[in-house]
C-alpha cells in the first residue's frame, strides 16, 4: 500500500521500433568473404555463390538493442551494412538456403513479420 498521494509520473516516450517500409530490391550473385574479426576466427566460411540483396527503404532503420534482419522466406539475414541513405546491404553466406518466390521482408533479429502475404516483394534468383 502506497502513501505517497501524489499522482504517478508518466511513462517515458517509447522508441520506434517499426520497420520502414522496402521501397526496392535488388539481388545479384557475388563473391563473399566475411570481414575478418579482430580477436577470434570467423565461423562464417567465403563463399563463391553467395547472394547480394541491396535493399533501400522509404526511411531510416531505428537503432535499437535488436539488430535489423531480412527475412527470405524462413531464412534470416542478419549480415547488413549500410551502403547509402536509406539503403542496406545483406548477404546470404549460401544459395542454396534461399527459396525461389520466397517473401522478402524487413524484421528485427528473432522477430520475423507477422504476416508474409504483406510483402511486396520475392527472391527470384
Known amino acids: 500500500m502506497s502513501t505517497d498521494s501524489g499522482q504517478r509520473l508518466p511513462d ?7 520497420m520502414p517500409n522496402v521501397i526496392d530490391v535488388k539481388t545479384r550473385t557475388i563473391k563473399y568473404e566475411p ?11 567465403a563463399s563463391n555463390d553467395a547472394v547480394e540483396f541491396v535493399v ?4 531510416p532503420i531505428p537503432i ?15 549480415e547488413v551494412s549500410e551502403v547509402g541513405p536509406n539503403t542496406y546491404r ?5 544459395r542454396d538456403a ?13 522477430q520475423p ?10 527472391y527470384r534468383p
Do not use: M
Not at 12 to 18: F, L, N, S, V
Not at 37 to 45: D, G, M, Q, T
Not at 90 to 94: D, K, L, S, W
Not at 98 to 109: E, F, R, Y
Open 113 to 122: 513479420p507477422a504476416s508474409k502475404a504483406a510483402a511486396k516483394f520475392r
Open 56 to 59: 533501400k527503404t522509404d526511411a
Open 98 to 110: 534461399l527459396k525461389k518466390d520466397a517473401a522478402i521482408q524487413l524484421g528485427w533479429t528473432g
Open 90 to 94: 545483406f548477404v546470404a553466406p549460401a
Open 35 to 45: 570481414r575478418k574479426p579482430r580477436n577470434f576466427k570467423s565461423a562464417i566460411a
Open 64 to 78: 535499437r538493442a535488436l539488430g535489423p534482419a531480412l527475412y527470405v522466406g524462413g531464412t534470416c539475414l542478419t
Open 12 to 18: 517515458p516516450p517509447r522508441a520506434e521500433t517499426a
